[in-house]
């Protein structure tokens, strides 16, 4: 089956095709995964909602900062008069069994971008796009809302690629590392994970950072989905085709005429 | 149908029945391996599964970690449940009385005041206790490694499992072999260069530095030797699982 990026360009079709089966079913499988690390992720904080500095940190220490939240456990100073449920259990089973789903799909697409070129042709910026002012050209048309040019119906400007290959090659191997970095039985065989990042309390601090970059990124992926027309976006992620007289993504070929 | 669609069901065919094989195949290693878990049951059994195994190939033959005397850290108590009488009539005692109870699969059951293990061996370690809640902090812990113990008491071949048991009602865990034979788990009866204090489990605690705190149990008073965990508590491996937590806690 022909991925969408080996069709040439001119190619007429009656519904345009988007996006291939691997990107949508791997896209939403790390949504899936997401969704469950960021929930749980929020349920395993508010049992600790201080966070350190270094290799140790408890609450006789001083904390680098805290969220004035209330606890899961009554053993955190939090200012509340009461003790949320505790709900580590199941949220450290999932949050493990998500991480464990986030990284099967992860190699799954990492491979796919090798092997298909995808990576190459779609997310790795183009020549001309390699400059200082190509960013700031596009940032400028974003702030202005200066309607899509022509060169941009077929791919994805420099600023959705420069955001994807930061959260594919950075935020998630980043959110991996630190994530092992604090578990006990992989830092006893391999201290540098650890070590290198400051501690295990930084790693900790890190991982609620990187949290914070990857929602900004939801956020901001789904503002842009939105304003860009929802249900053409999602059915282009979903189905994987656009009625011809539909706006359609920057990415793909496509038959059909300029932006209405 | 079109010949791309019939190619498409046979490649997703063939690939779903080369996966179902694989992971057949898969779990019968898994499991002469001793890579299975015993909470693998359920929907998060995959993923503990997945975890357990893949630490135990990367972790199993590795040391801990350790750290110099000038990283050890303000302490912090995690909480325990109300300690019934009888520790505090040991307590009283000095805990001279206390005995640690070594049964099931050993030639030689053994019934241990912490006198006998000071005799046995003495080892330190300064090493890092991390809650799963968040928090952690270093300590210099001195005991007997629970490996010459489970020796001196001549633990049988077939042992697969060591459960444990304290002193505070309805909680126990358990350790597989690697772990309980592993150089850094130690049965703890000092501190930071004096005795435990109450707090942190005094006059004994079982400490695993691999893995996460609650499996630290404070207040030892029995460990055992089993091929099988079925018939203690729900054959989950320990109490952890019963409450929602993971049996094993490397992660």
Redesign the interface.
Known sequence: ?PTATEIPRETERSSTFRHSFLVRITHWLTFLAFLALLVTGIE??I??P?FYWG???????PPLFTFHIPSS????PTGYGYVLPDQ???S???H??????LVFTGLVYLIYLFASGHLRRNLFPTREQRSFRAYTTRFANYFRRTPTGANELHRYNVLQRSSYLVVIFILFPLMIWT??A????????F?AT?SLLGG??SA?TIHLFLTFALVLFLIVHVTMVALNGFRARMRAMTLGTLKPDEPHDPLEPTTTKERP | MNALTRRKLLTTGAAAVAGAAGLATAARLAEKYGLIPPDHGGIYGPGETLTYACQRILTSHRPMREFPRSMISTPFVSPYGKLPAAYHASRAHNFTDWRLTVDGLVTHPLSLSIADLRALAVRSQITEIACEEGWSYIAEWIGTPLSLVLREAGIKPEARFVPYFCIEDGLWDSLDMTEANHPGTLLTWGMNGGDIPVDYGAPLRLRVPRQIGYKSLKFLTRITATDSLKHFGKGLGSSSPEYGYAWYAGI
């Open positions: 089956m395993i904080l049992s600790h201080r290799e140790t940190g408890n609450v006789n220490t456990r009554s053993s955190v580590n259990g199941w450290r089973y999932l493990f069994e998500a991480a464990w789903l994530g092992l604090m578990s006990p039985a992989f830092t006893a065989a201290p650890s295990r309390q900790r």
